[in-house]
């Protein structure tokens, strides 16, 4: 399942509210960052037995669920690094000011419940160009989430925005290289509002990886990775050195989250991601 795909069946669940209190244990590593995993990627093992499995690789999180899945991580002592949104979608994101009221009504909840649950980071979307310059998108998207971000610092969430490339994958997306992504992270001005950089992603449309999360580590809260071409396993048959790479991240201080989002091609996908985890310990 492509996760375009994944989210829109996801997106609309209703939402609720649970009177189980549990709160994260931020399980970041005090020499380095954490490792998580993206709930997309597994979408045919039932959850919990996902959240087992990563148990037994010493994965911290798994990520990118909705806000009623959190408590079935957590129940297992995982964090969710990331919670989806509700609405939103990666084509139709903060570039479109018709989607603002409903954006923030979903924000409104959602950002309390994740505070409250201890989830740390919410993701958004730019959205599709559709025409727009990057000046426009830019000041859409900011006009969108300046309320919700404010509505961030308060409880304590981060709202992040992904970095997706627009020449293989999603056609059209706006926030498609860094330098917009910075642009709109200090348009905002906010300590909780940053980028979600997919390094899969930003090796298609940019490269030079290292150089470019070492310039904007400032702007950086997330990062994902992927095998490039193919998106599939982050070992010696894809472009990527992933090592160099984590030992870059790692350098320049990153205590959140690195999250595996490749598609496994492999006939048991927990062994190729077993070896993701090794590449990425540094």
């Known amino acids: 399942m492509k996760r375009r795909r994944f989210l829109q069946t996801t997106a609309m669940v209703p939402l609720v509210s649970s009177s189980m209190t549990c709160s994260s244990k931020q399980s970041i590593d005090a020499m380095g960052f ?3 995993i993206c709930r997309w990627c597994y979408s045919k093992t039932p959850l919990e037995q ?19 899945e959190w408590d079935i991580v957590k129940a297992k002592g995982l964090d969710c690094a990331v919670s989806n949104g ?3 979608t990666i084509t139709d994101g903060f570039n479109d000011p018709t989607k603002h009221e409903q954006f923030l009504k979903d924000y409104e909840v959602l950002i309390p419940l994740a505070a409250e649950k201890g989830i740390p980071n919410i993701i958004c979307f ?3 160009k559709r025409q727009l310059t990057a000046e426009e998108g830019l000041e859409y998207c900011a006009q969108g989430l300046d ?3 404010k509505m961030a610092e308060k409880y304590g969430v981060n709202i992040i925005m992904e970095l997706l ?3 293989v994958d999603h056609i059209d997306y706006q926030c498609d290289n860094s330098d917009w992504g910075v642009a709109l992270v200090e348009k905002l001005g906010s300590p909780n509002f940053k980028l979600l950089y997919d390094i899969y992603h930003m090796q298609i449309m940019e490269g030079d990886i290292i150089s470019t999360i ?4 400032d702007y950086i809260a997330h990062f994902h990775t992927g095998g490039v071409p193919g998106r599939n ?6 472009e990527i050195n992933y090592k160099a790479v984590m030992e870059a991240i790692q350098a320049n201080g990153f205590k959140g989250y690195v999250a595996q989002e490749f598609i496994p091609t492999w006939d048991d996908p927990f062994e190729a991601l077993s070896k993701a985890i090794d590449i990425c310990k540094v």
Do not use: F, M, Y
Request: glycine residues 4%; proline residues 2%; negative net charge.
């Open 126 to 128: 730019s959205g599709n």
């Open 233 to 238: 396993e982050i070992d010696e048959t894809q």
């Open 34 to 36: 954490s490792h998580s």
């Open 214 to 217: 070492t310039k904007n580590k």
């Open 86 to 88: 509700i609405s939103i």
């Open 147 to 149: 309320p919700i971000v």
């Open 50 to 68: 996902l959240a087992e499995r990563a148990i037994d690789l010493g994965i911290n999180s798994v990520e990118l669920l909705n806000h009623d």
């Open 165 to 167: 490339n627009s020449k």
